[in-house]
């Protein structure tokens, strides 16, 4: 009898209280940057770094370690010279895909995004291992850069 009750009470408390450990794979979470103006989605399971000094700030997302994917935005303000400071793409985004060599993992594929508004240049580096890149690119970084926002 007690065991039934003891069962009875579980299944009762699974129904009204059900397990929620397990995070979605595709939860994301917005970072907004109030001192250069700009916010970017990004999974809620990354790791995020900031790093900032006098004329830059630079927020790196770091996700799966195991295929080297990473996603670093950088502000930066122009200095020099003065005819830049009014440079703006309305809205566009210019991308590039490289390969570059020289990181200390080794050879990534990497896709940047360069945006010019208001004297700020802002530049989205996405780069992970070449075996990963179509799969990073289609799961993170397209969503990533398409939800970037200035202003």
Same mark, same amino acid.
């Given at each position: ?88 793409? +309305?809205?566009?985004?210019? &991308?590039? %895909?490289?390969?570059?060599?020289? @990181?200390? $993992? =080794? ?27 179509? +799969?990073?690119?289609?799961? &993170?970084? %397209?969503?990533?850069?398409?939800? @970037?926002? $200035? =202003?």
């Amino acid at each position: 009898m007690i065991r039934k009750l003891v069962l009875a009470s579980v299944l009762v408390l699974g129904l009204l209280f059900p397990f929620r450990g397990v995070v979605a794979q595709d939860e994301w979470t917005t970072y907004i940057n109030p001192a250069y103006n700009f916010s970017i989605d990004y999974p809620s399971d990354w790791i995020r770094t900031e790093t900032t000094h006098s004329f830059y700030t630079m927020v790196t997302l770091v996700g799966s370690q195991d295929k080297g994917i990473k996603v670093s935005v950088q502000a930066i303000e122009l200095i020099a010279p003065i005819e830049l400071k009014g440079l703006t793409t +309305e809205g566009q985004i210019l &991308y590039a %895909t490289v390969t570059t060599e020289g @990181f200390n $993992v =080794g050879k990534h594929k990497q896709r940047q995004s360069i945006i010019a508004k208001d004297g700020i240049v802002y530049v989205i580096s996405c780069l992970t291992y070449p075996t990963s890149f179509q +799969e990073a690119d289609a799961k &993170y970084f %397209t969503r990533m850069i398409d939800s @970037f926002k $200035v =202003g």
